[in-house]
């Protein structure tokens, strides 16, 4: 953790006060996805520290959500991100287990062992 890191989480928990309705419903996921990205970079840390203030970065990103009938959380937090560090990208990565549900019911043992003493005893 570097110097910028706890300013930067100190500063995305401050109460910027807006008023776009969309603000209460982005604010906690917004919040937490930058704490993440914050945690996970440094330069991005010294980036939210020396940007501009939460309440301007949450109407921006209310201002360019706005217009829409629908908006993905990926859209909002790179708007987000992008407020801090223009040109940054965020890479979203999904996978499908459609063994999920079984998996999670398995105990700690995951493998079986028998001897051929077993097979034809």
Same mark, same amino acid.
């Given at each position: ?17 807006? #008023? +776009?309705?969309?603000? @209460?419903?982005?604010? +906690? ?6 704490? @993440? ?15 501009? #203030? ?11 959500? /706005? /217009? ?28 499908? +287990? ?11 043992? #995951? @493998?079986?062992?028998?001897?051929? +003493?077993?097979?034809?005893?």
């Amino acid at each position: 953790m570097n110097e910028y890191t706890q300013q930067a989480i100190d500063k995305i928990n401050e109460d910027p006060k807006v #008023t +776009d309705r969309h603000y @209460s419903i982005i604010r +906690d996921g917004v919040k937490a996805a930058l704490e @993440s990205f914050i945690k996970q970079d440094d330069e991005f840390a010294q980036a939210v520290v020396q940007g501009g #203030t939460m309440k301007e970065m949450f109407e921006a990103v209310c201002k360019k959500i /706005g /217009g829409k009938q629908g908006v993905s959380d990926l859209e909002v937090y790179q708007a987000a991100v992008e407020f801090f560090f223009p040109g940054a990208k965020i890479e979203f990565h999904m996978t499908i +287990d459609l063994c999920g549900s079984v998996r999670e019911k398995q105990t700690e043992r #995951t @493998s079986l062992d028998l001897s051929f +003493d077993d097979l034809f005893g």
